[in-house]
Every structure is written in structure tokens, then in C-alpha cells.
């Protein structure tokens, strides 16, 4: 019987908690609990990025200089040592990991630190077809000041198959998640998007889902085989400002990005927005079985 995947919640002065998946990601479109909003009217600032286990040094001192100052901190391969875990409920109202490779110590994965608590949390996983790992995503919500609700997707993808199958079997309950959202959305991480094959599945789903991807002027994300492996993905805002900062604290650039809230809903509605999310979705299983 395959092992319940759960989320982790680290809040200072409380027990550790252990947070299921809903029963369905329908009960997005139902009544989320009332909670204190992101702090900040203005600019929504994010970082993103792939801690590499913190294996390498200076990795607090960038965390301390950069993501003290956001809102949202989205990471990958973050591992929950006593210095993290110290971080982030000294400096964030919450802290969510949803442990992939269960070390002896401290688990590795996904983790969000956010600046609220969130409303709504749905911790995925997905097992590498080739190493028998797992990859971890992490799916919230967060109240914004002017009432709408922000879908922030933390996302670290598989890395190790054949074709793309499994990478787009990842992404299709992060899509079940986003459609069911009405209100403005991020999608960030570590996508391991080597080859063109990933390029072109990540891009399609980003086009159902009607996100848009954040471009970086001077773009020095990290690669492999000549192709960004980290994005970040949005809908129902405007970027303000984006860049990428060169460290050698991982083996990953961190991604910042400045955002601002649209006031309240979309062009088109939530409604409108919506049914045609989910028309797409159900019209893309012929193009999907078309691409493998």
C-alpha cells in the first residue's frame, strides 16, 4: 500500500504538523477559511530556488540577505536541518515541506515559507521511473488585502525518465489544482526542463492553465544542455521587476521577482476564466496522447 503523502508545517512555538491532501481538489471552488492576508498592499515579492540540500556554504547568508525581504520563499531540495527550520520560523509565519527523499535525519523536499498562513494546503508527489525517487510539489493558498486569493504551486519536477509521460503526469493534478482556483496564481520551481520534449510539455500546460512566464533580462538561470531549468509562471498579475542572482551557495542561480496584484478579478471574470480552463483540459487528452 503506497505511502500517504503529506505536507510538514513548521510554525515557531507550535508542534510540527503533519498536513494531508484534501479529499478533492474541488473543495477549491467551496468557501476556504478566513485568514490574515500576505503582508503588503503593494508589491508581492518572491524567491525561488533550488537549495541543493545545503550542501554548500554561505546558502543561510543568502537566504538571510534575500528572502528575508519576500513575502514568499519557494524552495527545492531544501532540507530540514535545525539551521532552516531556524530560519524560517524565526523570519516567516509558516513553513511547509513536503518531504521526497527521507534521509536519516532530515527529510528532503519542497518547502514555502510564507509571510501568512496559508488557507489551503495539498502536498504531491511523484516518483522518478528510473531511480525509484520521489519528486515533491506543494500546492497553497494565501489571502491577498484586497480579498482575492492567491494559488502559489511549488513545484520540483522529475528528473530521470524516458520520454515525457511521467513529467506530464506530474504536472496533471498541479492542472486539477489551478483550474479549480479562481483568483491569481504562481507556479514556480526547479522543472528540470532539459530536453525540447520537456520544453514544449511545460509550455503547453502553461498555456492551458492561461499562465504567464516571467522573463529575466539577464538570464543567468542555470542550465543543462543549453536550457533554463527553473521558471516562474503567473496569472492575474503584473511582473514589476525580475532577476536572477549569481552565488555559488548552490547549484542553482535563485530566481527574485516583484509582483503586483491586479485589482480584483481577471479580464473575463473567474467564471469565464475557469470554464475555459476546463475546457482546454478536456480537449487536450487527444493532443496529449498526439505528443507521446
Given at each position: 500500500?503506497?505511502?500517504?503523502?503529506?505536507?510538514?508545517?513548521?510554525?515557531?512555538?507550535?508542534?510540527?504538523?503533519?498536513?494531508?491532501?484534501?479529499?478533492?481538489?474541488?473543495?477549491?471552488?467551496?468557501?476556504?477559511?478566513?485568514?490574515?492576508?500576505?503582508?503588503?498592499?503593494?508589491?508581492?515579492?518572491?524567491?525561488?530556488?533550488?537549495?541543493?540540500?545545503?550542501?554548500?556554504?554561505?546558502?543561510?547568508?543568502?537566504l538571510q540577505g534575500f528572502g528575508k525581504?519576500?513575502?514568499?520563499?519557494?524552495?527545492?531540495?531544501?532540507?530540514?536541518?535545525?539551521?532552516?527550520?531556524?530560519?524560517?520560523?524565526?523570519?516567516?509565519?509558516?513553513?511547509?515541506?513536503?518531504?521526497?527523499?527521507?534521509?536519516?535525519?532530515?527529510?528532503?523536499?519542497?518547502?514555502?515559507?510564507?509571510?501568512?498562513?496559508?488557507?489551503?494546503?495539498?502536498?504531491?508527489?511523484?516518483?522518478?521511473?528510473?531511480?525509484?525517487?520521489?519528486?515533491?510539489?506543494?500546492?497553497?493558498?494565501?489571502?491577498?488585502?484586497?480579498?482575492?486569493?492567491?494559488?502559489?504551486?511549488?513545484?520540483?519536477?522529475?528528473?530521470?525518465?524516458?520520454?515525457?509521460?511521467?513529467?506530464?503526469?506530474?504536472?496533471?493534478?498541479?492542472?486539477?489544482?489551478?483550474?479549480?482556483?479562481?483568483?491569481?496564481?504562481?507556479?514556480?520551481?526547479?522543472?528540470?526542463?532539459?530536453?525540447?520534449?520537456?520544453?514544449?510539455?511545460?509550455?503547453?500546460?502553461?498555456?492551458?492553465?492561461?499562465?504567464?512566464?516571467?522573463?529575466?533580462?539577464?538570464?543567468?538561470?542555470?542550465?543543462?544542455?543549453?536550457?533554463?531549468?527553473?521558471?516562474?509562471?503567473?496569472?492575474?498579475?503584473?511582473?514589476?521587476?525580475?532577476?536572477?542572482?549569481?552565488?555559488?551557495?548552490?547549484?542553482?542561480?535563485?530566481?527574485?521577482?516583484?509582483?503586483?496584484?491586479?485589482?480584483?478579478?481577471?479580464?473575463?471574470?473567474?467564471?469565464?476564466?475557469?470554464?475555459?480552463?476546463?475546457?482546454?483540459?478536456?480537449?487536450?487528452?487527444?493532443?496529449?496522447?498526439?505528443?507521446?
Amino acid at each position: 500500500m503506497p505511502k500517504k503523502t503529506y505536507a510538514v508545517r513548521y510554525v515557531a512555538g507550535q508542534p510540527v504538523e503533519r498536513i494531508f491532501q484534501p479529499l478533492a481538489s474541488s473543495q477549491l471552488g467551496q468557501a476556504l477559511p478566513p485568514g490574515e492576508p500576505l503582508p503588503g498592499s503593494g508589491l508581492l515579492r518572491v524567491m525561488v530556488w533550488n537549495i541543493f540540500k545545503q550542501q554548500r556554504a554561505e546558502w543561510l547568508s543568502v537566504l538571510q540577505g534575500f528572502g528575508k525581504d519576500a513575502q514568499l520563499v519557494l524552495l527545492q531540495e531544501a532540507q530540514t536541518t535545525p539551521e532552516l527550520v531556524r530560519f524560517a520560523t524565526s523570519h516567516y509565519l509558516a513553513a511547509d515541506q513536503v518531504p521526497a527523499l527521507i534521509f536519516p535525519q532530515h527529510p528532503s523536499g519542497v518547502m514555502t515559507l510564507s509571510a501568512a498562513h496559508p488557507v489551503y494546503c495539498c502536498p504531491l508527489r511523484e516518483r522518478e521511473p528510473l531511480l525509484r525517487l520521489a519528486k515533491s510539489a506543494l500546492v497553497t493558498v494565501y489571502p491577498l488585502h484586497d480579498g482575492q486569493l492567491l494559488m502559489v504551486v511549488n513545484i520540483h519536477a522529475v528528473n530521470f525518465s524516458l520520454g515525457i509521460d511521467v513529467y506530464s503526469k506530474q504536472l496533471g493534478p498541479i492542472g486539477e489544482q489551478i483550474i479549480n482556483h479562481q483568483g491569481p496564481v504562481i507556479m514556480a520551481g526547479d522543472f528540470n526542463a532539459w530536453s525540447r520534449q520537456r520544453v514544449l510539455a511545460l509550455y503547453r500546460f502553461a498555456e492551458r492553465m492561461m499562465l504567464h512566464e516571467v522573463k529575466f533580462i539577464d538570464d543567468q538561470r542555470r542550465t543543462a544542455f543549453g536550457r533554463p531549468l527553473d521558471f516562474v509562471f503567473y496569472r492575474g498579475m503584473k511582473v514589476q521587476e525580475a532577476s536572477v542572482l549569481v552565488t555559488r551557495a548552490s547549484d542553482h542561480n535563485p530566481l527574485l521577482v516583484e509582483f503586483e496584484p491586479y485589482r480584483g478579478s481577471a479580464q473575463g471574470g473567474p467564471e469565464a476564466r475557469i470554464v475555459g480552463l476546463k475546457n482546454n483540459a478536456a480537449g487536450n487528452k487527444n493532443s496529449a496522447a498526439a505528443d507521446k
